[in-house]
């Protein structure tokens, strides 16, 4: 049973998380006044109540399950930070390229930020609606993967969601998710999903993630792949410095929108 020093310290650590958002080893030693193997110690007890989550060198709060939102809701959400994700991932596409392209809202925003000089495109999509997005562009040919429909969302999963990804030999894959973590990789929340977008990245030569600030450092539900075999992520300038040097420690070369 903690002591009652440790009990009051442990609760000064969860009113500073409430408050920061994430709190670090070093900072909160010298904030509390005892030493850094004893905020471990506590940062340690409270993981395993439930109260926080560790990160390397510090903690962040437990996020409980939200209900996934509809697209068009999604979309409202962060839509400044996922414009500019969407126009600095758009720069990375050339000429003559097969691109896979994700669901989702930020790689819709990428979608609307091609530009319109491109020419000799080939853009493969599980999202009916990037796919009529960008049924216009004259310099770009769109192949739907096929699959399922999903309800609210207008990705296409399996049964037969896979079987022309299979097939394909892509330059670059561009995929959305619902969290980028050092130690558990890339992850989203819905199975369907990420089993398609599994495949996606093998049938690409290089992987390249889209995802906002409040994806990093965060875990969801289907695991999609290590870190190891993504090439880039692409955020937005309100990540968390902490965030970054830790994804960028574990390997992952990082592009920030600017602001």
């Given at each position: 049973?903690?002591s009652l020093?440790?009990v009051?310290?442990?609760?000064?650590i969860?009113?500073?998380?409430?408050?920061?958002?994430?709190?670090?080893v070093?900072?909160?030693?010298?904030?509390l006044g005892?030493?850094?193997?004893?905020v471990?110690?506590?940062?340690d007890?409270?993981e395993?109540?439930?109260a926080?989550r560790?990160t390397?060198?510090g903690?962040?709060?437990i996020?409980?399950?939200?209900?996934?939102?509809?697209?068009?809701?999604?979309?409202?959400?962060?839509?400044?930070?996922?414009?500019?994700?969407?126009?600095?991932?758009?720069?990375?596409?050339?000429?003559?390229?097969?691109?896979i392209?994700?669901?989702?809202s930020?790689?819709t925003?990428?979608?609307?930020?091609?530009?319109?000089?491109?020419?000799?495109?080939?853009?493969?999509?599980?999202?009916?609606n990037?796919?009529?997005?960008?049924?216009?562009?004259?310099g770009?040919?769109?192949?739907?993967?096929?699959?399922m429909?999903?309800?609210?969302?207008?990705?296409?999963?399996?049964?037969?969601?896979?079987v022309l990804?299979?097939q394909i030999?892509?330059?670059?894959?561009?995929l959305?998710?619902?969290?980028?973590?050092?130690?558990?990789?890339?992850?989203n929340?819905n199975?369907?999903e990420a089993?398609?977008?599994?495949?996606?990245l093998?049938?690409?030569?290089?992987t390249?993630?889209?995802?906002?600030?409040s994806?990093?450092?965060?875990?969801?539900?289907a695991?999609?792949?290590?870190?190891?075999?993504?090439?880039?992520?692409?955020t937005?300038?309100?990540?968390?410095p902490?965030?970054?040097?830790?994804?960028?420690?574990?390997g992952?070369?990082?592009l920030?929108?600017?602001?």
């Amino acid at each position: 049973m903690p002591s009652l020093d440790a009990v009051l310290r442990q609760q000064a650590i969860v009113d500073l998380l409430a408050r920061a958002g994430v709190v670090r080893v070093t900072a909160l030693a010298k904030e509390l006044g005892v030493s850094a193997v004893t905020v471990r110690s506590d940062l340690d007890q409270l993981e395993s109540r439930g109260a926080l989550r560790r990160t390397r060198g510090g903690a962040i709060p437990i996020d409980l399950p939200s209900p996934e939102l509809p697209l068009e809701e999604a979309s409202r959400v962060r839509i400044a930070d996922k414009r500019r994700i969407g126009a600095r991932a758009a720069a990375q596409v050339r000429n003559g390229e097969t691109i896979i392209l994700d669901v989702g809202s930020t790689t819709t925003e990428m979608a609307k930020a091609l530009p319109p000089t491109l020419r000799d495109v080939v853009v493969v999509t599980n999202a009916l609606n990037i796919a009529l997005l960008l049924e216009s562009h004259p310099g770009i040919s769109v192949i739907v993967t096929g699959g399922m429909l999903r309800p609210l969302q207008h990705s296409l999963v399996n049964p037969y969601g896979t079987v022309l990804l299979s097939q394909i030999n892509a330059d670059k894959a561009f995929l959305g998710c619902n969290g980028v973590d050092p130690a558990k990789g890339l992850t989203n929340t819905n199975l369907q999903e990420a089993e398609v977008k599994t495949q996606m990245l093998r049938a690409a030569r290089e992987t390249i993630v889209l995802a906002d600030h409040s994806k990093l450092l965060k875990v969801a539900t289907a695991r999609i792949a290590g870190l190891e075999a993504i090439h880039v992520l692409v955020t937005d300038h309100s990540a968390d410095p902490e965030a970054l040097r830790a994804l960028t420690e574990a390997g992952l070369r990082v592009l920030v929108a600017d602001a």
